[in-house]
């Protein structure tokens, strides 16, 4: 995979989104929509769902519909996550986050409307076979819910109480919380391509566990222009993270371990997943957490 296949990935995902953001009536809601969704995010979670689709042996259209799909899910979390009733973000991107630019109210039932969207894409998009498409539905449900991310939220919000500060804990949480995403991606990436949908849970596992590990370092470590919001925001709300459980140098040995080992479950694959081992790389490759 070469950066320009990633940016025409990244340019289809950005056209697709819009197009059916766009198509929504006009006003406040779909106005906080776009503000929320086309910002140029990374778009790393439907990048896993291409990836995993063309690795598998089919074409990345075929998952283009389900990569967007997960991209909304991610995008209402966001809108979520930044409430002061959660993680009290004022930032985003270099820019307001969603409930400073609009109001909290917006932000709330912005959520709402890209979750709805979501589920709706999955449920009407044309190329998806019936059966896949029930699949699909499950997983993301399954993935977005109590027993996923909003699960690891909760679970977030709870590692404030003391006896919840362990490195147990902290895995357990970031698996739902991040690691569940991750998983559903590459999930609705193998069945686009009608593949068996647990071959890559062994790297998702790892590759979510040093994606967290670079994030909370990258908190600790980063500067304001390169995180696009103040840097550390999880100290300042005692957040439960690899670098204030195990320490800085600790956790930077971790995040090291977490990214070879998810880079060798992708050699046990029974397919050669060239465009997840340079996506892992391209993403996971961060010399100064190293």
Partial sequence: MTSATLEVWRAQVHATLKSHIDALPAGRLRDAMRYAVLDGGKRLRPLL???????????????????????????????HDDLPCMDDDDER???????????????LLTGDAL???????????????????????????????????????MLDLESHVSANRSLDYLR???RMKTGALFR??????????????????????FFALAFQAADDLRDCLGSRARLGKQPGSDARGDTLTWPSLLGIDAARAA?????????DELHQVEFEAKHLTELTRLTLDIEDLR
């Fill in 172 to 174: 357990r949480t970031q």
């Fill in 93 to 107: 991107r270099g820019r307001p986050s969603l409930h400073q630019a609009f109001d909290e109210a917006t932000a």
């Fill in 49 to 79: 769902c291409l990836a995993a689709c063309v690795d598998a042996g089919d074409e990345h259209e075929k998952a283009l519909t389900p990569a967007c799909a997960v991209e909304l899910i991610h995008c209402y979390s966001l809108a």
């Fill in 184 to 205: 559903a991606a590459l999930r609705l990436g193998l069945l686009s391509a009608e593949r068996a949908i647990g071959v890559l849970d062994n790297f998702c596992e």
């Fill in 115 to 153: 979750q709805s969207l979501a589920f709706q894409l999955l449920a009407e998009g044309s190329g998806i076979g019936t059966r896949a498409r029930a699949r699909m539905l499950s997983e993301l449900s399954r993935a977005s819910g109590a027993a996923g991310m909003a699960g690891g939220q």
């Fill in 255 to 263: 995040y090291g371990q977490y990214r070879e080992t998810c880079l």
